[in-house]
């Protein structure tokens, strides 16, 4: 019946609906992928309904679950999957109610981050274990695995990354201090940078549901993101407090402050310089598989580079000099 509907063969149907499960599913088994995990959940809900959409990540959060009790996986994919639906299903919330891209990834970042934050409240107030409680935690299980696997050849190592990884092995308050110290930064890259790629994935492959669901934005009017013009103040004044914690007494402490904020607003301007990156490429006429490399060897390697150009494109505007008109949604 739902099938018919979407004037869709059944088979085809559910054939979608199981490989976008099993595609987000395996994503999320893996850390380092994980980040693009809520993208086919996304096109789940909006390709099928809440109602179906829902129950199918239900079971597919059911599965995780029962890999996890019989040892096939880590508790933690499964809790990283509820995570990833939330992704999802906002970013196929924002599409289905119109909201330009922009403002959608400030919803998803920000709700995000509040949920968070009543999480660790909560834990912190029921389980009275802190944070820096269960990073240590995590740390010294990480490094007795790591200590088993290779505790070895740690120990015989004269490298100066050998030396540092015996210096942890022995004292791993050291690395839940230098965690700590970047915690808030790191949880909100992480959280921005996610909403950011699921967004942007899911607006490059609209074929997959833009048959479903109406949107009048694309790509384009994401690589066009520009950091509000205010994030100069906080901007400005965290730098001041990073050459000059010292000369006010705050020492270290005024540091990690200064250097959090400033990597937190910098998430911002990675995603204006990208806009500029990308302006610059169509300029240029680079498109292919070049474009591609040159892309993700951006991302990967001079990430701090689109940072700083986002930075003056607050003053410089640097669109205006690159007048070609780009090609919708053209990223790769």
């Known amino acids: 019946m739902l099938a018919n509907s979407m004037g869709i063969n059944s088979e085809n149907m559910w054939g979608r609906v199981v490989f976008l499960l099993l595609l987000s ?6 850390v380092p992928s994980s980040i693009f995990a809520a993208v086919p959940v996304a096109i789940l809900f909006l390709s099928f309904g809440d109602k179906l959409a829902g129950a199918a990540t239900a079971i597919a959060f059911l599965i995780l679950l029962f890999l996890a009790s019989s040892g096939g996986l880590t508790i933690t994919v499964a809790l990283l999957y509820v995570a990833v639906v939330f992704f999802g299903y906002v970013a196929s919330a924002i599409i289905k109610r119109g909201i ?10 920000f709700s995000a981050l509040a949920i968070l934050f009543v999480l660790w409240a909560g834990m912190t107030i029921i389980g009275q274990v802190s944070v820096e409680q269960q ?79 109406e949107y009048a934005f694309s790509t384009k009017d994401l690589i066009s993101f520009r950091a509000p013009e205010y994030f100069v103040y906080p901007l400005i004044i965290s730098l001041g407090l990073a050459l000059g914690s010292d000369v006010i007494g705050l020492g270290e402490t005024g540091e990690i402050i200064a250097f959090n904020v400033l990597y937190s607003i910098g998430i911002f301007y990675f995603f204006q310089g990208f806009g500029v990156y990308i302006d610059f490429l169509n300029f240029m006429n680079i498109h292919g598989v070049m474009r591609t490399i040159l892309i993700v060897m951006t991302i990967v390697m001079a990430n701090r580079m689109l940072v700083f150009i986002g930075m003056f494109d607050l003053w410089i505007n640097f669109r205006k000099f690159l007048k070609k008109k780009n090609k919708e949604g053209d990223i790769s």
């Open 100 to 109: 330009t891209p922009s403002t959608g990834l400030y919803i998803i970042g």
């Open 25 to 30: 599913m395996v994503l999320c088994s893996f």
């Open 135 to 213: 990073v240590d935690q995590i740390v010294k299980t990480a490094l007795d695995i790591l200590k088993q696997e290779k505790g070895d050849t740690i120990a015989s190592a004269t490298s100066q990354e050998g030396m540092f990884l015996k210096e942890i092995l022995e004292k791993p308050e050291i690395l839940t201090k230098q965690i700590m110290s970047w915690l808030p930064a790191m949880v909100i890259i992480s959280t921005f940078f996610t909403a950011w790629i699921t967004l942007m994935l899911v607006l490059r492959n609209s074929i997959q549901w833009s048959k479903q669901v």
